[in-house]
Nanobody, 114 residues
Framework: VQLQASGGGLVQAGGSLRLSCAAS????????MGWYRQAPGKQRELVAV???????KYADSVKGRFTISRDNAKNTVNLQMNSLKAEDTAVYYC?????????WGKGTLVTVSS
């Protein structure tokens, strides 16, 4: 499974960004997709995940501001990020759980200026 993420960039605090990730490959069945992030000097943390049935889970720090969505037919996952804060600055990684294995995309940098 290959994951291709896009949509990072620089935004002012209070602004919005949308991240997208597409999974490609063959012979796999994706159970869940999501986003993690890693800020400088910190460990990678979960941002949001969505299961194939639509169940979602968010980090407390992003609840009410971020929305994850998924197109199962296209194997894509999106993260709409609103009301961004400086502390959201991080490298965001797309993740997919497929056939019992975790797959990671290359990170995309999100920088929120205060």
């Amino acid at each position: 499974v290959q994951l291709q993420a896009s949509g990072g960039g620089l935004v002012q605090a209070g602004g919005s960004l949308r991240l997208s990730c597409a999974a490609s490959g063959s012979g796999f069945s994706i159970n869940g997709m999501g986003w993690y992030r890693q800020a400088p000097g910190k460990q990678r943390e979960l941002v949001a995940v969505i299961r194939s049935g639509g169940t979602t889970k968010y980090a407390d720090s992003v609840k009410g501001r971020f929305t994850i969505s998924r197109d199962n037919a296209k194997n894509t996952v999106n993260l709409q990020m609103n009301s961004l804060k400086a502390e959201d600055t991080a490298v965001y990684y797309c993740n997919a759980l497929a056939s019992g294995r975790n797959y990671w995309g290359k990170g995309t940098l999100v920088t929120v200026s205060s």
